[in-house]
């Protein structure tokens, strides 16, 4: 486990990091012009925690939260863009920012979070209590 990491929440003024960050696993890159107003939105929508990981000033992880309302009662969580520095990975950074979201999630009353995960994540989610459960369907516009 790496020492001395802090897990916060997101701030608007961390979206140039995460964006870096999140570049090692997704290759959309939003206009330089809409990151600003991109920040705000994301902050400002109802039922979502996102935290980032710092460690000596350096932003060194992300990951969200959604929550849901379900139209029978209760609320889900879906997990996503969990997401540490590759140079940083294998050292207890993704597990602290999985905990801290699974922590807001029973906060907010959640009987179940859910995520997609790529079969190289698979393990690192199971380690964290996750199963695997049927089969995703996506469709991307």
Not at 2 to 29: C, H, K, T
């Amino acid at each position: 486990m790496m020492e001395l990491v802090s897990i916060r929440a997101f701030e608007p003024e961390d979206i140039g990091a995460v964006i870096d960050l999140l570049q090692d696993v997704s290759n959309y890159l939003p206009a330089a012009d809409t990151i600003t107003a991109l920040a705000e939105a994301f902050v400002t929508q109802s039922d979502c925690l996102a935290c980032v990981a710092t460690h000596d000033g350096r932003l060194i992880g992300f990951g969200s939260l959604f929550v849901l309302n379900r139209v029978r009662g209760g609320r889900a969580g879906i997990i996503e863009d969990v997401v540490v520095a590759a140079d940083l990975r294998g050292l207890g950074v993704g597990r602290q920012i999985v905990d801290a979201l699974l922590s807001g999630a029973r906060a907010r009353g959640c009987f179940k979070v859910s995520l997609e995960a790529g079969i190289s994540a698979q393990q690192f989610y199971c380690a964290a209590g996750f199963a695997k459960v049927g089969q995703v369907m996506r469709l991307v516009f």
